[in-house]
């Protein structure tokens, strides 16, 4: 769905009550099954791991409210959301 969602509307969430962009994205076999959906797991080195409930979404490229789109880990780098639950 978030290729369907690209270049427009674009599909989002909630990071710390900002707009939070996903530009691209794909399914993960990591293991899921400890976590609710739309937590942050694991920051690795190329993407971010969000529990979608069912299985993990490997976040690759994002953008938070008022920044550039920039890579996954890049964005990682400067904002602190290991364990965080998006759509809050």
């Not at 739309?38 to 409210?65: F, H, N, P, Y």
Request: charged share 25%; net charge positive.
């Amino acid at each position: 769905q978030i290729k369907a969602f690209n270049p427009w509307p674009v599909s989002y969430s909630f990071l710390k009550g900002k707009h939070f962009r996903v530009w691209d994205a794909e399914l993960s076999n990591h293991d899921h099954l400890r976590h609710p959906p739309g937590k942050i797991v694991e920051i690795r080195d190329k993407d971010i791991l969000v529990s979608t409930g069912e299985q993990m979404l490997a976040l690759t490229q994002v953008q938070l409210e008022g920044r550039k789109k920039t890579a996954a880990t890049e964005f990682a780098r400067g904002v602190d959301c290991q364990g965080i639950t998006l759509g809050c």
